[in-house]
């Protein structure tokens, strides 16, 4: 089973939900394994507390120019969108830092002068946090590109076992890449206009992937409204309300998962993951009408 | 030697522009044949690298000196590679500019003069 959490807005409480939901799984037997696919600030360690014991080079493939070989026929600039090549008067030149690794020039390349090259875009640290398994990524600083490094932390995923994702915020390529295939995505957010907007958005990308969600509502207070209409006007299960609590808040600065933030959040977590999978055994069962 | 001035507009009363890789249109003298073509510019609308794109169309257009106001690092390694003269301090209009140009008034550029940024930004801001 995946679980994806994602959110639209950043410092909705991705990171505080997912690690508490991993931690209650483990502590009460499943074979669980906790992904943070948010590679460009990658902070679910902090509450897991994992050991690291591998790291891989994440790499993609750059085109490298054969100059004697290439007869300067411009294709390879012409096919490529991210204008990473540029054809001179006697040479081409690259600029690896705009490619996106599709290979496209390498294939289309007449002459066959197109090498494939490799840049390192980042790492996977793989680890363990207790009997839970824990994988993270993180990009390389000044490296724009990361759904590659997001695709190689979900290689991780357990093929029997519950996967939680901790998405990136946003809605864009990273956190498309983290959510595709999920069998299930948890959308948290707050009760702000922000909030709601960015909900709305999530919840779309969610939709356009066929994926199906339900909402976490944190710092749950004033304005609760905002979202719960939300949720009824477009058919999304409420999941869960985190109060806004100087508790929560506290232990959340101080790395203390909410589980372990006050008594009964373990119950409640159990409980989300219960009814996650109700939602996706109902959704497998009837899914075909979506 | 062929010159082309980053512009708005397609004419020589255009406002110049001074973003390399964003301008709407290259406006094209031809020193020897007198002439005066506006290309209009492919990397307005590209998401990243448009400097580089910019400097493609030059380059298969034959143009040896652009007179432009601010060029990335990108934009500077592909016009340097492609041997293209590079004069930044445009202003006023096309011909404005070309006079200033004609008369040898503006300067010589052989490194970047703006930061570095990704896509399209809102508010550039030249680097001082």
């Known amino acids: 089973m995946i679980i994806a959490v994602a959110s639209g807005k950043g410092g909705t409480g991705k990171t505080t939900v997912a690690t508490g939901l991993v931690l209650v799984l483990r502590d009460s037997g499943h074979k669980v394994a906790y992904l943070d696919c948010d590679v460009e600030e990658p902070n679910g360690h902090i509450f897991m507390a994992p050991q690291c014991n591998e790291s891989e080079d994440i790499f993609i493939e750059v085109p490298e120019i054969e100059q004697d070989k290439c007869a300067l026929c411009g294709k390879c600039a012409e ?69 590659p490094l997001v695709n190689a932390v979900k290689k991780n995923q357990l093929s029997r076992g519950i996967n939680v994702m901790d998405a990136p915020p946003g809605t864009s390529c990273p956190a498309v890449a983290t ?85 009964g959040w373990d119950r409640m977590l159990l409980l989300l993951y219960s009814d996650i999978k109700g939602l996706i055994m109902s959704e497998r069962a009837y899914g075909n009408q979506r | 030697m062929r010159i082309a001035v980053s512009a708005v507009g397609p004419a020589l009363d255009s406002s110049v522009d001074e973003r390399f890789g964003r301008c709407a249109f290259f406006v094209v003298f031809d020193e020897q044949t007198g002439d005066t073509e506006a290309i209009p510019n492919d990397g307005v609308n590209a998401a990243e690298g448009a400097g580089i794109k910019s400097a493609g169309l030059l380059l298969r257009n034959r143009v040896d000196v652009i007179v432009t106001g601010r060029v990335g690092p990108k934009a500077m390694q ?35 003069n703006a930061r570095s940024h990704n896509g399209i930004t809102s508010k550039e801001k030249p680097v001082k």
């Open chain 1, 79 to 147: 096919l490529c969108v991210f204008n990473a090549l540029l054809v001179t008067s006697d040479e081409v030149i690259t600029f690896p830092e705009l490619c996106h690794g599709c290979g496209g020039c390498r294939y289309f390349c007449p002459a066959q002068a197109v090498r494939s090259g490799r840049k390192k875009i980042g790492t996977v640290e793989r680890g363990t946090a207790g009997r839970a398994v824990f994988v993270r990524g993180e990009l390389q600083v000044g490296t724009a590109l990361s759904p």
């Open chain 2, 78 to 112: 592909a016009l340097l590679a492609g041997r293209l003269a590079v004069y930044t301090g445009v202003e006023g209009t096309v011909a404005q500019t070309m006079e200033q140009y004609r008369s040898g008034s503006l300067s010589p550029l052989g490194v970047p």
């Open chain 1, 179 to 263: 959510v595709r295939g999920a069998d299930f995505c948890i959308l948290v957010t707050e009760p702000t206009p922000f909030g709601l907007h960015d909900l709305a958005l999530a919840a779309q990308m969610a939709k356009s992937l066929g994926v199906p969600c339900g909402v976490v509502v944190n710092r749950a207070g004033d304005g609760r409204e905002l979202i719960e209409n939300f949720c009824l006007q477009e058919g999304l299960p409420l999941l869960m309300k985190i109060p806004l609590s100087r508790t929560i808040a506290e232990a959340g600065s101080r790395g203390v998962p909410l589980n372990q933030a006050e008594v």
